[in-house]
Nanobody, 121 residues
Framework: QVQLVESGGGLVQAGGSLRLSCAASGSIFRINDMGWYRQAPGKQREFVATITSGGSTAYTDSVKGRFTISRNNAKNTVYLQMSSLKPEDTAVYYC???????????????WGQGTQVTVSS
């Protein structure tokens, strides 16, 4: 199986920065896309950013120019650098990865347990 473990969340003032990390471990053959989603209280989980194994990225409009997604393929780790944070960025942030495990024919999605990001005004 595969485990995704996030770290780096916390409390920050508006305008501040945080860097989230998510490390994948387990019986990994190949990791395709990796990404981040978030869920604010009372709202549905929403897409934030994604990065392919080749480094192509995509972002939701509300974070463009403020957040940067990156990855280290040798470490099976994805990062989310968040800058100019706003109170509306407050949410639990989840990482996700499309992983093909050893012996599997297809990749499937895995999720981390989430890390809380709170931005105070």
């Amino acid at each position: 199986q595969v485990q995704l473990v996030e770290s780096g969340g916390g409390l920050v003032q508006a305008g501040g920065s945080l860097r989230l990390s998510c490390a994948a471990s387990g019986s990994i053959f190949r990791i395709n896309d990796m990404g981040w989603y978030r869920q604010a209280p009372g709202k549905q989980r929403e897409f934030v950013a994604t990065i392919t194994s080749g480094g192509s990225t995509a972002y939701t409009d509300s974070v463009k120019g403020r957040f940067t997604i990156s990855r280290n393929n040798a470490k099976n780790t994805v990062y989310l650098q968040m800058s100019s944070l706003k109170p509306e960025d407050t949410a639990v942030y989840y990482c996700t990865a499309k992983v093909r495990t050893m012996g599997a024919y297809f990749a499937r999605d895995y999720w981390g347990q989430g890390t809380q990001v709170t931005v105070s005004s």
